[in-house]
């Protein structure tokens, strides 16, 4: 059974930065693509950036020049750089690696971002 492992989360001012990680039990290469996706209470999971076996990387709108995702190769991690954080950024975050119709998730980290 593939694991995802989160962590990183916490409390941070606004304007500060985050670095979130995903630990994957398996070769990250075995998927198409590793995402991070967020959702706040009472809505919906969001996408937020991900990264393809090939190296392609796209992002949200509303992340776009503040958050880097990136990976390692050797130690099956993917990360999600956070910065400039603001408050609308407080969220759980999810790791989601995904192979043809299979999708798994992780437990998610959350993120408050908050003075």
């Known amino acids: 059974q593939v694991q995802l492992v989160e962590s990183g989360g916490t409390l941070v001012q606004p304007g500060g930065s985050l670095s979130l990680s995903c630990a994957v039990s398996?070769?990250?290469?075995?998927?198409?693509?590793i995402s991070w996706y967020r959702q706040s209470p009472g809505e919906e999971r969001d996408f937020v950036a991900a990264?393809?076996?090939?190296?392609?990387?796209q992002y949200a709108d509303s992340v776009k020049g503040r958050f880097t995702i990136s990976r390692d190769n050797a130690k099956n991690t993917v990360y999600l750089q956070m910065n400039s954080l603001k408050p609308e950024d407080t969220a759980a975050y999810y790791c989601?690696?995904?192979?043809?119709?299979?999708?798994?998730w992780g437990q998610g980290t959350h993120v408050t971002v908050s003075s």
């Open positions: 989601n690696a995904n192979i043809l119709t299979r999708q798994y």
């Open positions: 398996e070769n990250i290469f075995n998927f198409n693509a």
């Open positions: 990264i393809n076996v090939g190296g392609k990387i």
